[in-house]
């Protein structure tokens, strides 16, 4: 039973971390300037305004069939063009990470108010499983936000240093951007 309870619960935080990434994309954006991206309903956390067909669903699967873990991924579609400066684009690649970083921390309050202890007291419990499954999420919040930080074209981290580097040095970048992700 409490097995069950872990996965759900892993589950339910894990599209809760996705929809506060994406949903800390869209809005940055809409601050920043990019008001289409409540057009398209991203200033939710609705996780179906987030679904992309490769990243929730092809990639999950491929990292399954290679024994990794199957996490879907979501995406949020901004019009770069419409924010104010490149300021603001690097904000808005920021924002994903952020949210990850600050639910990650929120996450954190029980372990540093003492109770996990209180769990370890019967591992049988629903504390115990709770507090099981919470551990896992800080983990993959931080793991989401390690990798997202990675200066690779398609990641949240290039996102952020693009808008300041060299037009010919983005052009050259965007041409292989595509299998950034792949790395």
Same mark, same amino acid.
């Given at each position: 039973? @409490?097995?069950?309870?872990?996965?759900?619960?892993?589950?339910?935080? !894990?599209?809760?971390?996705?929809?506060?990434?994406?949903? *800390?994309?869209?809005?940055?954006?809409?601050?920043?300037?990019?008001?289409?991206?409540?057009?398209?309903?991203?200033?939710?956390?609705?996780?179906?305004?987030?679904?992309?067909? $490769? /990243?929730? /669903?092809?990639?999950?699967?491929?990292?399954?069939?290679?024994?990794?873990?199957?996490?879907?991924?979501?995406?949020?579609?901004?019009?770069?063009?419409? /924010?104010?400066?490149?300021? !603001?684009?690097?904000?808005?690649?920021?924002?994903?990470?952020?949210?990850?970083?600050?639910?990650?921390?929120?996450?954190?309050?029980?372990?540093?108010?003492?109770?996990?202890?209180?769990?370890?007291?019967?591992? @049988? $419990?629903?504390?115990?499983? /709770?507090?099981?499954?919470?551990?896992?999420?800080? $983990?993959?919040?931080?793991?989401?936000?390690?990798?997202?930080?990675? #200066?690779?074209?398609?990641?949240? *981290?290039? *996102?952020?240093?693009? #808008?300041?580097?060299?037009?010919?040095?983005?052009?050259?970048?965007?041409?292989?951007?595509?299998? *950034?992700?792949?790395?």
């Amino acid at each position: 039973m @409490n097995m069950w309870l872990v996965v759900a619960f892993i589950c339910f935080g !894990w599209i809760l971390s996705l929809c506060l990434h994406e949903f *800390g994309h869209a809005i940055a954006a809409y601050w920043g300037g990019d008001t289409s991206v409540k057009d398209k309903g991203y200033l939710t956390l609705n996780p179906l305004k987030y679904t992309e067909p $490769s /990243l929730s /669903l092809m990639m999950p699967l491929f990292f399954l069939l290679i024994g990794g873990i199957a996490l879907p991924g979501g995406a949020v579609y901004i019009n770069h063009s419409r /924010l104010r400066d490149r300021k !603001w684009k690097s904000a808005v690649s920021a924002a994903g990470p952020i949210a990850n970083l600050i639910l990650a921390y929120l996450l954190s309050l029980p372990f540093q108010l003492g109770w996990d202890s209180l769990a370890l007291e019967n591992p @049988n $419990s629903v504390l115990f499983a /709770l507090i099981t499954a919470l551990t896992y999420i800080i $983990s993959l919040n931080i793991y989401v936000v390690l990798i997202n930080l990675l #200066p690779i074209p398609g990641l949240d *981290g290039y *996102g952020i240093i693009e #808008p300041w580097l060299p037009k010919a040095i983005q052009q050259q970048i965007n041409q292989v951007a595509k299998y *950034g992700i792949w790395i």
